[in-house]
């Protein structure tokens, strides 16, 4: 912010890294392994670059996206425009009831369609929250899909203030799963069976319901039970009960909730192995990170759901899995051990409802979760 020369009262400024990703060729490049992008360390321009690279790429025939918020002045939208206008098929599902965005949207729907962009607006009753991006690319005899999932909106001023997972893909089953879900919010295929991601109002809420219940079976058979979630609120009932009957069945249940959470934590007989941390820092927390132990096989999610009823049933969001174990190990270390690690800006839930802060025990250091990531991945 600029508004007052204070600088004493503004933090250090810092230069989001870009990815490692070819620029000149990044299809290439993601034909060789996915790639993983952590905003607002890593940049969010790399997205941008990503399609600007597709909209003028010849041998691009298609490109599908979902548009909930996207700022003023949107690369985004000018990228899109620019891919039309080169005679691709271009689809974008855009939400007008973005809150505090319903105006912008439809403006932005009326830009879009001006230019030759098929416009759609989603299913109706459910808002569509999910954050894709679905590149077709004809490469020799065949054709190439090409996928880009996040946490957060395709949004470049956000994306430097929020913190976002995003992954860049070529995995067959993760963009055949993409595709379907495109193809059902065109109306096409209102039923989806999906090979890797989980869906809301589908089979997202279903989905983790059956993980919570798995790790409670592992725990009673002696085989160990863990769970660690990272998200922005939590208030589904069902879930909420599942995660009690796993910490009563002896799962270690610890929960990184940033703003609400009904779930209470540390409860006699009921939640005792239950830990809820809320961590307050430079930037807003938002990536909704899920992790299973799984029996000694771990699973890691990555979503643009929280834990909350109207994310589960009442919008059409998406839960995709991290399948490199390199990017799996990182997005552990970074978005989970590393912010139950925090000892300056975490605050624990207690069993009655109050926070109590988390400060350093004698003789350990202060440990920041965004600081490391600022001095990892920016610095």
Not at 103 to 115: G, V
Not at 146 to 155: A, K, M
Request: some cysteine.
């Amino acid at each position: 912010m600029t508004l007052v020369n204070r600088p004493e009262l503004k933090f250090p400024a810092f230069k989001p890294r870009a990815a490692s990703i070819d620029e000149e060729a990044p299809f290439q490049s993601l034909a060789q392994g996915d790639v993983l992008l952590h905003h607002p360390y890593q940049s969010f321009q790399t997205v941008l670059d990503l399609l600007q690279h597709a909209a003028n790429d010849p041998d691009v025939l298609a490109i599908k996206q979902t548009l909930y918020r996207t700022g003023k002045d949107s690369k985004i939208i000018d990228h899109l425009i620019t891919a039309a206008r080169n005679g691709k098929d271009v689809t974008v599902v855009v939400e007008l009831r973005a809150r505090f965005d319903e105006e912008a949207n439809i403006r932005l729907a009326d830009q879009l369609q001006e230019a030759g962009v098929q416009v759609m607006y989603g299913v109706v009753g459910y808002k569509t929250h999910a954050k894709m991006m679905l590149i077709v690319r004809r490469e020799g005899k065949k054709l190439q899909r090409y996928v880009h999932l996040g946490t957060g909106n395709y949004h470049a001023g956000t994306a430097r203030v929020y913190t976002d997972i995003g992954l860049m893909t070529a995995d067959p089953d993760i963009a055949a799963d993409v595709h379907d879900v495109f193809q059902q919010l065109s109306g096409l295929a209102p039923t989806i069976k999906l090979r890797r991601l989980l869906q809301s109002p589908f089979t997202l809420h279903k989905g983790l319901l059956k993980k919570i219940e798995r790790e409670a079976k592992n725990a009673r058979s002696g085989k160990g039970g863990h769970i660690i979630a990272k998200m922005n609120a939590l208030n589904e009932p069902t879930v909420i009960r599942a995660l009690y009957e796993a910490s009563r069945a002896g799962v270690k249940v610890e929960l990184i909730v940033r703003g609400a959470c009904c779930l209470r934590p540390g409860v006699p007989g009921v939640s005792e192995n239950i830990t809820v941390r809320s961590v307050i820092g430079r930037f807003l927390e938002h990536s909704r990170v899920y992790w299973f132990r799984n029996g000694g096989a771990p699973e890691i999610y990555c979503s643009s759901a929280d834990w909350m009823e109207r994310n589960l049933m009442r919008r059409v969001e998406t839960c995709f899995p991290i399948l490199d174990p390199r990017l799996a190990e990182r997005v552990y270390d970074e978005e989970l051990a590393n912010y139950l690690a925090d000892n300056l800006n975490a605050w624990l839930l207690q069993h009655d409802g109050s926070y109590a802060r988390v400060s350093p025990h004698e003789g350990e250091m202060p440990y920041s979760a965004q600081g490391a990531l600022l001095a990892k991945l920016c610095g």
